[in-house]
């Protein structure tokens, strides 16, 4: 596993030569990459990124191909795409990355997280910080009682 791990992590490299991959060969790492624990979601997405410059074709017809949801390989993709020119932390896990990259702006966060030393759990945690979700209020029809939409789906405040 930690060979894998070893040689996977070679295809997420910035400077990683594609040219030399053909579609079978593509679409077969892939579907063993979906095997890998911890950087499956990386090396999916960058293989999507690659195969659709490379052979023209959508991450739709890559999902398909190695039966994974279209839009769990789109997700994957989009934090691929989203992360190149950023200087992340090779130690983030995919939620940290993804938590960064879809940020309001994850170059102010990336020099938080160089100058204060932030984990990956401790940026997500600083992220949900400074943006608080805002919850629906409900209004109940018989007693014009107002309850936060938490309270309603009996989750726990």
């Known amino acids: 596993d930690d060979l894998n791990t070893k040689v996977y992590s070679q295809l997420l490299l910035p400077n990683f030569d ?14 063993s990459a979906t095997e890998i624990k911890y950087l499956h979601q ?3 997405g960058r293989l999507a990124l690659e195969y659709e410059k490379k052979f023209n074709k959508t ?5 398909k191909e190695i039966q994974m949801p279209v839009s769990t390989l789109y997700q994957y993709k989009d934090v691929e795409e989203r992360s190149i020119g950023l200087d992340i932390p090779e ?3 995919y939620t940290a990355r993804k938590w960064l990259v879809f940020s309001d702006n994850p170059k102010k966060w990336l020099q938080r997280v160089k100058a204060e030393g932030l984990s990956g759990p401790q940026l997500i945690r600083e992220i ?11 209004t109940c029809p018989s007693c014009s009682a107002q309850y936060f939409e938490s309270v309603v789906r009996g989750e726990l405040k």
Do not use: C, H, M, W
């Open 42 to 44: 990386r090396v999916l």
């Open 91 to 93: 130690d983030f896990s």
């Open 18 to 31: 594609y040219k030399n991959f053909d579609e079978q060969t593509s679409v077969g790492l892939a579907d």
């Open 59 to 63: 991450a739709y017809t890559l999902a």
């Open 128 to 138: 949900k910080l400074n943006n608080p979700k805002k919850e629906k209020i409900f």
